[in-house]
């Protein structure tokens, strides 16, 4: 079992950047397959982008692709998500989910709080 600590939102402005961070405690983390999702108001959770339990391999939703980037470190329990040219669409609460060597999805079982991220225009 982990617990997910999300981190790293803001407010920024179109074309700018930001790092968000997920931080787990437990063990093994290395286990867990790890992924971002987003919501925006009155709208419903979508995936952003994942990172498998095995080998490191990343998806990413097509509107996000070129534009962020996913990696791991497991010494320190955390995926980070590097999100540059960010646009006014972008703008959600971005939680971070975990599932125990199988794929992220909108049932996964570990959740974090959240973090809010806005774009202005």
């Known amino acids: 079992q982990v617990q997910l600590v999300e981190s790293g939102g803001g407010l920024v402005q179109a074309g700018g950047s930001l790092r968000l961070s997920c931080t787990a405690s437990g063990r093994f983390f290395s286990n867990y397959g790890v992924g971002w999702f987003r919501q925006a108001p009155e709208k419903d959770r979508e995936f952003v982008a994942s990172?498998?339990?095995?080998?490191?391999?990343?998806q990413f939703a097509d509107s996000v692709k070129g534009r962020f980037t996913l990696s791991r470190d497991n010494n320190r329990n955390t995926v980070y998500l590097q999100m540059n040219l960010l646009k006014p669409e972008d703008t959600a609460v971005y939680y971070c989910?975990?599932?125990?060597?199988?794929?992220?999805?909108?049932?996964?079982?570990?959740w974090g709080q959240g973090t809010q991220v806005t774009v202005s225009s």
């Open positions: 989910a975990a599932n125990f060597r199988a794929p992220v999805t909108l049932r996964s079982p570990y």
């Open positions: 990172i498998a339990w095995s080998g490191g391999t990343t």
